[in-house]
């Protein structure tokens, strides 16, 4: 095992999580030099306004657990004239808040809500004009979009039980983009543009049962209402560009072996800037409008999770890799965009792609990384959350935490997992639980048949849907692992349900195809807590109080069943919801996950402090 102790008696895998990060930066649409960027620099996740004309950078928000505005949405945006920042307020990690705004430049002014009256709720959505302000809200009561037009009080233009989630304004803010799953079906959502003063449908755009669509990006030229959309009518994700106006679809023809969406438009609506994903890497293209032509632009190979088209036509990209952290990098140039305070994080080890065959002949893809030296090595399996999510080409701070003890990670991108195509990632619904499980454990087969893995030093490990397939797996599965962590699980399934989000019972119905009163035999089967006789592996169980994803009463319920039977298991619980954005608190509890998997495999030492 490498020594990782640095001369400030820090080990680097601390140091890695430390290290100042960020996300990628949005500017004003009439003040393109006036941005907002979230980064960690201050200990936490906080919004920062960049003003790139004098290079200087002001923090805006101090919230004590950090600033988040959900999954797939920004931590926070300037207004179009650059004069106000936006962000989501949650004070508890129950991610029930409302919107904020506070002046760009420095101003003794406290931040207030940018639409008062509107009460706090889940956010679905926001799209912020000049003149037209909507969000999206959940709560138990269903989903509902409130707009306010120039300064006027919001009033709510719709309201469904199912999941509705505002996407954005035209140029001209006359129209606005939602997307909903009013037919039922969460994973395969539909699109309708509306009257964004009046909520009349201009148009209504799905695809039928099990295809689904997404809005990216409306089209930055005055008077052109074209709005870019993904579609999956086939079984890649794909482009395409609708005017709902003229009822006008185009789908784009994209030669490309991986899924590719939207990123953005060209200012002058000639391009669109595309994304293409393909086996857990990342490339970025030009397609030319309307001729097709395509283009790659350069850069690196890693993972790139978002880039923009600058006025200047410049495309900025956050990237990263295995072994490098993101960075803000722009096309044709060298170097990063935006120096963070503080030391930079140490390089890694770099990840190997993998596959290999399930029980059923299917290939599963993903990603392992292993120390120096030759193995077999003792191994984390560690199983990704959503469960629609994958592991990429990315900076992990926690895998090379595991490589600096002188574990190999293995991350499986199980049936249920993006990127591998649509009927893969639908192989969950009707039947979640035991496809991941199945993959999961093929993958460690497969390392230990390779000369990677150690069989009898394995550690399964997971967060959210991965925290559940620990827990699953150990019951499923008795004596394969020597330790299990669960971060956040679901743990008993029906109650599970009773308590969290409303978005996540709308996800729950679909995979499970209805609720536990409609489906209690299948919940009941794949719920970790059926099982929990059978389980004989050491569990660290993490919970966070204000979780609204995986609450924390099934839980809960879970541990007091292992107690109940004399089973060995620990429970660290937080103060805050699903996950942290407080560095110290992710510290500690990378710290209690390597403490308590070294108590349990034999052969290794925490690093020296």
Same mark, same amino acid.
């Given at each position: 095992?490498?020594?990782?102790?640095?001369?400030?008696?820090?080990?680097?895998?601390?140091?890695?999580?430390?290290?100042?990060?960020?996300?990628?930066?949005?500017?004003?649409?009439?003040?393109?030099?006036?941005?907002?960027?979230?980064?960690?620099?201050?200990?936490?996740?906080?919004?920062?306004?960049?003003?790139?004309?004098?290079?200087?950078?002001?923090?805006?928000?101090?919230?004590?657990?950090?600033?988040?505005?959900?999954?797939?949405?920004?931590?926070?945006?300037?207004?179009?004239?650059?004069?106000?920042?936006?962000?989501?307020?949650?004070?508890?990690?129950?991610?029930?808040?409302?919107?904020?705004?506070?002046?760009?430049?420095?101003?003794?002014?406290?931040?207030?809500?940018?639409?008062?009256?509107?009460?706090?709720?889940?956010?679905?959505?926001?799209?912020?004009?000049?003149?037209?302000?909507?969000?999206?809200?959940?709560?138990?009561?269903?989903?509902?979009?409130?707009?306010?037009?120039?300064?006027?009080?919001?009033?709510?233009?719709?309201?469904?039980?199912?999941?509705? =989630? /505002?996407?954005?304004?035209?140029? @001209?803010? +006359?129209? %606005?983009?939602?997307? !909903?799953?009013?037919? *039922?079906?969460?994973?395969?959502?539909?699109?309708?543009?509306?009257?964004?003063?009046?909520?009349?449908?201009?148009?209504?755009?799905?695809?039928?049962?099990?295809?689904?669509?997404?809005?990216?990006?409306?089209?930055?030229?005055?008077?052109?209402?074209?709005?870019?959309?993904?579609?999956?009518?086939?079984?890649?994700?794909?482009?395409?560009?609708?005017?709902?106006?003229?009822?006008?679809?185009?789908?784009?023809?994209?030669?490309?072996?991986?899924?590719? =969406? /939207?990123?953005?438009?060209?200012? @002058?609506? +000639?391009? %669109?800037?595309?994304? !293409?994903?393909?086996? *857990?890497?990342?490339?970025?293209?030009?397609?030319?409008?309307?001729?097709?032509?395509?283009?790659?632009?350069?850069?690196?190979?890693?993972?790139?999770?978002?880039?923009?088209?600058?006025?200047?036509?410049?495309?900025?990209?956050?990237?990263?890799?295995?072994?490098?952290?993101?960075?803000?990098?722009?096309?044709?140039?060298?170097?990063?965009?935006?120096?963070?305070?503080?030391?930079?994080?140490?390089?890694?080890?770099?990840?190997?792609?993998?596959?290999?065959?399930?029980?059923?002949?299917?290939?599963?893809?993903?990603?392992?990384?292993?120390?120096?030296?030759?193995?077999?090595?003792?191994?984390?399996?560690?199983?990704?959350?959503?469960?629609?999510?994958?592991?990429?080409?990315?900076?992990?701070?926690?895998?090379?935490?595991?490589?600096?003890?002188?574990?190999?990670?293995?991350?499986?991108?199980?049936?249920?997992?993006?990127?591998?195509?649509?009927?893969?990632?639908?192989?969950?619904?009707?039947?979640?639980?035991?496809?991941?499980?199945?993959?999961?454990?093929?993958?460690?087969?497969?390392?230990?048949?390779?000369?990677?893995?150690?069989?009898?030093?394995?550690?399964?490990?997971?967060?959210?849907?991965?925290?559940?397939?620990?827990?699953?797996?150990?019951?499923?599965?008795?004596?394969?692992?020597?330790?299990?962590?669960?971060?956040?699980?679901?743990?008993?399934?029906?109650?599970?349900?009773?308590?969290?989000?409303?978005?996540?019972?709308?996800?729950?119905?679909?995979?499970?195809?209805?609720?536990?009163?409609?489906?209690?035999?299948?919940?009941?089967?794949?719920?970790?807590?059926?099982?929990?006789?059978?389980?004989?592996?050491?569990?660290?169980?993490?919970?966070?109080?204000?979780?609204?994803?995986?609450?924390?009463?099934?839980?809960?319920?879970?541990?007091?069943?292992?107690?109940?039977?004399?089973?060995?298991?620990?429970?660290?619980?937080?103060?805050?919801?699903?996950?942290?954005?407080?560095?110290?608190?992710?510290?500690?509890?990378?710290?209690?996950?390597?403490?308590?998997?070294?108590?349990?495999?034999?052969?290794?030492?925490?690093?020296?402090?």
């Amino acid at each position: 095992m490498r020594d990782m102790a640095s001369d400030s008696g820090v080990p680097v895998w601390e140091q890695r999580f430390r290290a100042p990060a960020l996300e990628f930066p949005l500017w004003a649409t009439d003040a393109p030099d006036r941005l907002a960027i979230c980064t960690s620099e201050t200990g936490s996740w906080q919004l920062h306004a960049w003003d790139l004309a004098t290079g200087t950078r002001r923090r805006v928000t101090d919230n004590p657990i950090g600033v988040f505005a959900g999954y797939g949405e920004s931590a926070g945006f300037p207004r179009p004239d650059g004069e106000w920042l936006v962000w989501f307020e949650d004070t508890t990690g129950d991610e029930v808040g409302h919107w904020l705004t506070a002046p760009f430049a420095p101003d003794a002014r406290p931040p207030q809500p940018l639409l008062p009256g509107v009460p706090d709720a889940w956010s679905s959505g926001i799209a912020v004009g000049r003149r037209v302000v909507a969000i999206g809200t959940g709560t138990d009561d269903g989903f509902a979009i409130w707009v306010s037009v120039g300064g006027a009080p919001a009033t709510q233009i719709h309201h469904h039980a199912e999941t509705i =989630s /505002v996407v954005g304004l035209s140029r @001209d803010e +006359s129209l %606005l983009a939602i997307e !909903h799953s009013e037919h *039922g079906d969460t994973v395969h959502p539909a699109l309708r543009v509306l009257r964004a003063g009046t909520a009349e449908t201009v148009g209504e755009l799905w695809d039928g049962p099990g295809l689904g669509l997404h809005a990216t990006e409306w089209s930055p030229v005055e008077g052109d209402q074209r709005l870019a959309v993904v579609h999956e009518r086939g079984d890649r994700l794909r482009p395409g560009v609708w005017d709902a106006a003229r009822g006008e679809r185009t789908d784009l023809d994209v030669d490309l072996p991986g899924d590719v =969406s /939207v990123l953005d438009w060209w200012p @002058d609506a +000639s391009a %669109l800037l595309l994304l !293409h994903e393909h086996d *857990g890497r990342s490339e970025l293209y030009r397609y030319g409008l309307p001729a097709g032509d395509l283009s790659r632009i350069e850069h690196a190979p890693g993972t790139i999770t978002r880039g923009a088209v600058r006025p200047d036509g410049v495309v900025w990209y956050l990237h990263a890799s295995g072994h490098e952290p993101p960075a803000l990098r722009a096309a044709g140039h060298d170097g990063e965009l935006f120096a963070l305070d503080g030391p930079a994080a140490p390089a890694g080890r770099p990840y190997s792609a993998w596959s290999f065959r399930n029980p059923r002949g299917e290939e599963i893809h993903g990603f392992y990384v292993t120390p120096d030296g030759d193995g077999p090595f003792p191994l984390i399996v560690d199983v990704h959350g959503g469960p629609a999510w994958e592991y990429t080409d990315d900076f992990r701070p926690s895998a090379q935490a595991w490589v600096d003890h002188g574990f190999a990670v293995a991350m499986v991108n199980y049936r249920g997992s993006t990127g591998h195509g649509r009927a893969f990632r639908d192989a969950l619904i009707g039947d979640p639980g035991f496809p991941e499980t199945e993959d999961v454990l093929a993958g460690l087969d497969d390392l230990i048949a390779r000369g990677v893995a150690d069989r009898e030093r394995v550690v399964l490990a997971g967060n959210s849907w991965g925290g559940y397939i620990t827990l699953l797996s150990v019951g499923l599965h008795p004596g394969r692992f020597l330790a299990g962590l669960a971060g956040v699980p679901v743990a008993d399934y029906p109650v599970a349900y009773e308590d969290e989000a409303e978005a996540l019972r709308a996800m729950d119905r679909t995979l499970f195809g209805g609720s536990p009163a409609e489906r209690p035999d299948l919940y009941r089967e794949r719920s970790p807590l059926t099982y929990i006789e059978d389980v004989r592996t050491p569990l660290l169980i993490l919970a966070g109080t204000n979780d609204p994803r995986c609450p924390i009463r099934q839980i809960l319920n879970y541990c007091a069943g292992l107690r109940e039977r004399d089973k060995p298991y620990e429970l660290y619980r937080y103060d805050t919801g699903h996950g942290s954005l407080v560095i110290d608190e992710q510290v500690r509890q990378m710290r209690a996950r390597l403490r308590f998997t070294l108590d349990h495999v034999a052969g290794l030492q925490e690093q020296p402090a």
